[in-house]
T-cell receptor, first 113, second 117 residues
Framework: SQQGEEDPQALSIQEGENATMNCSYKTSINNLQWYRQNSGRGLVHLILIRSNEREKHSGRLRVTLDTSKKSSSLLITASRAADTASYFCATGANSGGYQKVTFGIGTKLQVIP | DGGITQSPKYLFRKEGQNVTLSCEQNLNHDAMYWYRQDPGQGLRLIYYSQIVNDFQKGDIAEGYSVSREKKESFPLTVTSAQKNPTAFYLC????????????????FGSGTRLTVV
């Protein structure tokens, strides 16, 4: 079953603009991660935010987490053509004695030069 | 450099044939995972392993089998019982089962694209 659901499923912006992707989930989580996937490649871990954190930054990335709304957002500032990729959120939640990580369906971002 | 190596990059399977996808890691991670990725469906967990000689079914294990005889290796066999095997298969690892550190999540391989011919 899907835990995280990204919104929008596809996003097209001009280079230099900011890109915002959202992720909603249904159950309590321990943490939430964002991953990036270039076409035909594996996923690359971008950032992890724990359930007791509200915001984290890494370079041009800003992630927020609102546990009351069960949602997270990933902001990429000053986008570049090289940011073109699919972005996935992944929630970590307790399941059967271990932390199960569940991936969403992703947002496909296109940055037009 | 440490990482995960998946091979082959492309694989073609005939009807009724078993094929095995390779996954090797040199990160000294205990946990390893296999995911299947189809368009519009994200990643779905096939099997996972917490430790050598132990593995558990994920959400879509039917038609697949795995082994974990060495810490570094977690091969996935797609059997003839899997009726719709055409997909992109991703192997991943982590320090412990479901565990992520403050700055690192799962480490993924580059994937194997399996096509039925």
């Amino acid at each position: 079953s899907q835990q995280g659901e990204e919104d929008p499923q596809a996003l097209s912006i001009q280079e230099g603009e900011n890109a915002t992707m959202n992720c909603s989930y249904k159950t309590s989580i321990n943490n939430l991660q964002w991953y990036r996937q270039n076409s035909g490649r594996g996923l690359v871990h971008l950032i992890l935010i724990r359930s007791n954190e509200r915001e984290k930054h890494s370079g041009r990335l800003r992630v927020t987490l609102d546990t009351s709304k069960k949602s997270s957002s990933l902001l990429i500032t000053a986008s570049r053509a090289a940011d073109t990729a699919s972005y996935f959120c992944a929630t970590g939640a307790n399941s059967g004695g271990y932390q199960k990580v569940t991936f969403g369906i992703g947002t496909k971002l296109q940055v037009i030069p | 450099d440490g990482g995960i190596t998946q091979s082959p990059k492309y694989l073609f399977r005939k009807e009724g044939q078993n094929v095995t996808l390779s996954c090797e890691q040199n990160l000294n991670h205990d946990a390893m995972y296999w995911y299947r990725q189809d368009p519009g469906q994200g990643l779905r967990l096939i099997y996972y392993s917490q430790i050598v000689n132990d593995f558990q079914k994920g959400d879509i294990a039917e038609g697949y089998s795995v082994s974990r005889e060495k810490k570094e290796s977690f091969p996935l066999t797609v059997t003839s019982a899997q009726k719709n095997p055409t997909a992109f298969y991703l192997c991943a690892s982590s320090i412990g089962l479901g565990q992520t550190t403050k700055n690192y999540g799962y480490t993924f391989g580059s994937g194997t694209r399996l096509t039925v011919v």
